[in-house]
C-alpha cells in the first residue's frame, strides 16, 4: 500500500488514537501492508517519543531495519536513545552491510560498541572493514554482499550461486565474473543468465567491458559515474582491480540528495545539516556568523562606495531611486549564472577546461539580457525624469541624459555579473576548493560593491557631475 500526503495526515491520526487506545492488534493489521517509508512518515510525525517507541516495537526485525534508516535523524536519535540493546543488534543483523556501516556510525560510541560485540561475527567484521574507509568515498557507501563467479564457471553454477546468496542480498542487478585472483573481468546480466543453456561457460556470455569505480572515487564523483552511464548497480575495485564489493542505485540517490542538500546549504551560508536538529542557537549562530560578517564588510565597503560618490548624489538626488534596481539586478544575473555552473561542475556537465567557452557563452547571454533589460530602465528612467523631474538639483540634467546613464549603468553591471558569476566558481574548482562556497554572500556582495562603483562612475562620466 502506497500512501499520499492527504491520506498521511489521516492515516496518523489514525495510528495516535489507536496507541492511546492500546489496540495493538488494529495496529499491527495496519502496519502489515504499510512500506517502511510510509511507517517512518508515521514515526516522523507522532508527537510523542513514547508513541513513536510503542509503534516501532510492533514491528518484526526486518521491518524496522528497513524502517529506521528512512526516520528523520532529529527522531532517529531519540528513538535509538530508547531502544533495548536487544533489539538494535537484531536489527543491525538484519542489515545489509552498507546500511549496517551506517546506522552503526551513527550511535553513541558506547552503545555501537555493545552492539557489534553481539551482533554475529561476519556481520561485525564487515561493518569494521567498511569503517576504514573514508565515509564519502566509494568504499564508504559500497556494500561487501555481492554475487560474484570465475570466469570459468557455467550458467548453472552461476544461478546457484545467485540463490545461496538471495537471502543475504536483497536485490541482485548483475553478477560480476572474476579470474582466480579476484580480479574484475566481466559482467553478466540477469537477461544474459535466463536466456542461456545451462552448460554455457560464463566467459562466453560476459560483457567485458565493465563500468567500476575506484575504491577511493569521491561519492558524487560515483553519482556523477553511475548517471553518466545509466548503471544501477556499480562494483567497486582497488588498484590492482581486484572486486571489494557493489553501489546501488538507491545509494546513488542518497548521495545525489545529500550533495545537492549540501550545496544549498553552503550557497546559504549555512554550515552544514547539523544545523537542522541542533538545539543550541549559540552552536546555529556560530556556523552561520562568519558568512554574515562578510556580508556586513561587504554591506560597509559598499556604503563607502556611495559616500565617495555622495557630492553627485547631492547634485542629482534622482539617481538614488535606481540604486536598489542595479543593486538587485547585478545580484540576480550574478547568482543567475554561478548557480549554472556550480551544478554543472557537480553533474561533470562543466569541466574546468571549458572556462573560455563557458565564460563567452555567458558573457553573450549577459549582453543580451543587458540590452533588453537596459533599454526598460532607459524608457522609465526618461519617462520618470520628463514627467517628474527630478528635484532642484536635476533641472539641468535631461531625461535623456539620465536614461542613458540608467540604462548603460545596468548593461555594464550585468556583463561583469554574468563575467564574476561564471569566473568565480570555475577558479575555485581549478584550486580544489568547493565552488559552492562561490555563491550566495560572496557573489551578491562582491556584485553589490562592483553595481555601485559602475553606477556612480557612469553618472559622473556622462552627467558631467
Known sequence: MRIDEIDLRELTNSFEFFIKEGQEARLRHLLISMHPSDIAAIINRIGKDENRLYLFNLLDKEVASDTILKIDEAVREDLIEMLE??????IVDEMESDDATDFISELPEEIAKDVLENVEQEDAEEVKQLMQHREDTAGGI????????NKNATVDEAILEIRKKAEEIEEIYNVFVVDDANKLVGQLSMKALILASGQKPIAEIMEKDVASVHVDMDQEEVANYARKYDLVSVPVVDDDYHLLGRITIDDIMDVIEEEASEDLQRMAGIADEEELREPSSFRIVRGRIPWLIFGLVGGLWGAEV???FEGQLAKVH???IFIPIILSMGGNIGMQSSAIVVRGLATGEI???DVYKRIFRELKVSLINGIVLGILLFVYAFIRMDVQ??????STILPLELGAVVGVSLLTVILVAGFVGTTVPLLLKKVKIDPALATGPFITTSNDIIALFIYFAMATLFLNI
Open 85 to 90: 540493546q536487544d533489539l538494535l543488534t537484531d
Open 142 to 149: 559500497m556494500a561487501l554482499e555481492i554475487v560474484s563467479v
Open 306 to 308: 556611495i559616500k565617495l
Open 318 to 320: 534622482i539617481l538614488a
Open 351 to 353: 569541466d574546468v577546461k
Open 389 to 394: 523631474g527630478g528635484g532642484s538639483h536635476s
